[in-house]
């Protein structure tokens, strides 16, 4: 009994965590289980919104697959390389985490077992943080094409992308050990996948908790912010300097403006949606962890609803990288076309399609 009410004292922030543990065992009647143990608006809520986050991201996704995975037959460029990895890592959010979402509200408690806890818990992280990493690998790449092209290579792409997946390997892995299933102390029937008598302490599961906050979240950004920001300056110190020993060459500067324009917009894009997305359910991890009692004030829905917010993240990627880079590439042939047509009086030919990738390379 003592352990029960020990229990007792410790709130937490949803039905997974069981709570309530001096709930009488008995027969099974559903009716007798707190609001947050049973099916409710809350979970009808969140089924209605990945379903349609779901659909919204596989449609996205796959689109933007499929037109770079032609595209790299023409042009196996490294940043359609790692557009592709990154479709990857956002396909395995819509297909793994998200169905789980949705199963998980449908069942309330969890009925597929400890092993397929485990398993579930490592990909409802995995794709989440290849995400991440796959974005830092363009951001990075992005960095040396601009400011050490002559240090680019193939190698270094594909250690960075190997990097990713092995980093989000890692990290996801202890998911599988912490997570587990465990049976309500009294109400004999009702499971849960949940991380209880894990931890040695709080301030062991705040590490925890912290660590994974930096990895997926913190470290991106900061990378990302980093790498654009010196882009830009870089952009703006050739601008100023056109004579320059190490000045843009005279073939890109008809493209110079357009191409600081664009790298200016993709900035903030990339920052502005990778930031929105992350920050809201992160700034309520934070809240939670610095003051419990205040943070559990808030709507269990609101609580919910920014980690699925932040899910959003892979559904606007394809849209960030994908149709941006894609829209990119229809302006620079359409600018080709229109200059050959001037000059020369004639349909472009082969030579054109050889000016088209070069102007192109030139603004990216």
Same mark, same amino acid.
């Not at 069942?107 to 830092?136: E, H, K, N, P």
């Not at 894009?269 to 962890?289: A, G, K, R």
């Given at each position: ?13 949803? @039905? ?9 065992? +008995? ?9 947050? /143990? *049973?099916?409710?608006?809350? @979970? ?34 490294? =940043?359609?390389? $790692? ?13 793994? /985490?998200?169905?789980?979402?949705? &199963?998980?509200?449908?069942?309330? *408690? ?5 092993? $397929?806890?485990?398993?579930? $818990?490592?990909?409802?992280?995995? +794709? ?44 996801? &892995?202890?998911? /599988?050990?912490?997570? @587990? ?22 301030? @062991?599961?705040?590490?925890?908790? =912290? +660590?994974? /906050? ?9 990378? =990302? ?22 000045? =843009? ?34 700034? $309520? ?17 609101? *609580? ?40 020369? +009086? ?5 030579h054109s399609r050889t000016e088209t990738r070069l102007s192109i390379k030139s603004c990216h």
């Amino acid at each position: 009994m003592k352990d029960i009410e020990l229990e007792l004292e410790e709130e937490v922030l949803d @039905h997974r965590n069981l709570i309530h543990w001096s709930l009488s065992n +008995g027969t099974r009647n559903e009716t007798n289980l707190p609001l947050n /143990m *049973q099916f409710n608006d809350g @979970h009808r809520l969140s089924i209605i919104v990945y379903s349609v986050l779901m659909a919204f991201s596989a449609v996205a996704n796959i689109t933007v697959l499929v037109l770079i995975m032609k595209r790299r037959k023409k042009n196996p460029s490294r =940043i359609n390389t $790692m557009l592709v990895h990154l479709s990857i890592a956002d396909l395995l959010v819509t297909f793994l /985490m998200m169905p789980l979402e949705i &199963a998980w509200a449908s069942t309330v *408690q969890w009925l597929a077992g400890d092993a $397929m806890c485990r398993i579930m $818990m490592f990909f409802r992280t995995f +794709g989440l943080y290849l995400s991440s990493f796959i974005l830092v690998c363009i951001s990075v790449d992005r960095f040396y094409a601009v400011l050490k092209p002559l240090d680019m290579g193939n190698q270094r792409e594909k250690i960075m992308v190997a990097s990713a997946w092995i980093g989000a390997c890692v990290c996801s &892995a202890p998911q /599988m050990a912490i997570f @587990h299933v465990e049976v309500h102390p009294n109400v004999t029937w009702y499971y849960q996948c949940v991380t209880y008598n894990v931890f040695p302490s709080v301030a @062991h599961e705040l590490a925890y908790v =912290i +660590g994974g /906050m930096l990895m997926m979240y913190a470290l991106p950004l900061v990378v =990302i912010i980093y790498s654009y920001a010196s882009i830009l300056l870089e952009i703006f110190r050739r601008t100023r300097n056109p004579g320059g020993a190490d000045s =843009i060459t005279r073939s890109s500067l008809p493209f110079l403006g357009k191409a600081k324009i664009r790298t200016l917009k993709m900035t903030i894009i990339i920052v502005f949606v990778f930031f929105i997305c992350w920050t809201p359910y992160q700034v $309520m991890s934070i809240w939670y962890w610095y003051d419990r009692t205040s943070a559990l004030a808030v709507d269990e829905r609101v *609580q919910k609803g920014l980690f699925l917010f932040a899910c959003t993240n892979s559904c606007m990627n394809p849209v960030v990288y994908g149709m941006f880079n894609i829209r990119t590439r229809r302006r620079g042939k359409v600018r080709t076309y229109t200059t050959s047509t001037h000059a020369n +009086g004639t349909t472009p030919s082969l030579h054109s399609r050889t000016e088209t990738r070069l102007s192109i390379k030139s603004c990216h």
